[in-house]
């Protein structure tokens, strides 16, 4: 899939989101997909996932509340041609 998917954050990402930021020196936290800035918790996290050597890399970018619900509605859409193509 080239399309972020929308999946919960559990609190111990949400830290280490938070961690990595305040070492970054970035204060506000934006949408990875249409740079808005996010007051507040994201409203979705995306999931990319791609592999270097032996490694497997995972990276969450905070989503807005209408990018979330796009890419969500999206991926189920996706999802429900599959199971009727099956």
Do not use: F, K
């Amino acid at each position: 899939m080239t399309h972020p998917i929308c999946i919960s954050v559990d609190a111990v990402a949400d830290s280490a989101l938070r961690a990595r930021q305040a070492a970054s020196g970035v204060t506000e936290l934006r949408c990875d997909v249409c740079d808005a800035a996010i007051e507040g918790e994201p409203a979705g996290r995306g999931l990319y996932v791609w592999s270097r050597g032996d490694e497997l890399r995972l990276e969450e970018p905070a989503l807005c509340g209408g990018c979330a619900v796009a890419i969500g509605m999206t991926a189920l859409s996706a999802w429900n041609v599959e199971e009727e193509e099956g």
